[in-house]
């Protein structure tokens, strides 16, 4: 059985730090490319940052660029989202998704299997 659990998130102050854990289970996980979404509610599955399976070739939106970094640990079967200078408008839930395929993709629909995510708040 194929599971995404996501860890680390909670309430910080604008400008403060937080790191998300994707702990994988299931899957050949060195071989599948993980993205970083996140959601408010009423609003559309937004992409945040994706890393792919084969040579942790690295995408981020413009929003998070400078600030944000994706990495794996393909040891630990964990990827990580570090998020420095946070805003209030990067208060969400984000989840982590994973594809059957190497190569990463923005599309939130070409991600099989997803997380149950993790609340991110950002106090003014």
């Known amino acids: 059985e194929v599971q995404l659990v996501e860890s680390g998130g909670g309430l910080v102050q604008a400008g403060g730090s937080l790191r998300l854990s994707c702990a994988a289970s299931?899957?050949?996980?060195?071989?599948?490319?993980i993205g970083w979404f996140r959601q408010v509610p009423g609003k559309a599955r937004e992409r945040v940052a994706c890393?792919?399976?084969?040579?942790?070739?690295?995408w981020y939106t413009d929003s998070v660029k400078g600030r944000f970094t994706i990495s794996r640990d393909n040891a630990k079967n964990t990827v990580y989202l570090q998020m420095n200078s946070l805003k209030p408008e990067d208060t969400a839930v984000y989840y982590c998704?994973?594809?059957?395929?190497?190569?990463?993709?923005?599309?939130?629909?070409?991600?099989?299997?997803w997380g149950q995510g993790t609340q991110v708040t950002v106090s003014s």
């Open positions: 998704a994973a594809r059957s395929k190497s190569g990463f993709t923005t599309v939130p629909a070409q991600y099989a299997y």
């Open positions: 299931g899957f050949t996980f060195d071989a599948n490319a």
């Open positions: 890393i792919s399976g084969s040579d942790a070739t690295t």
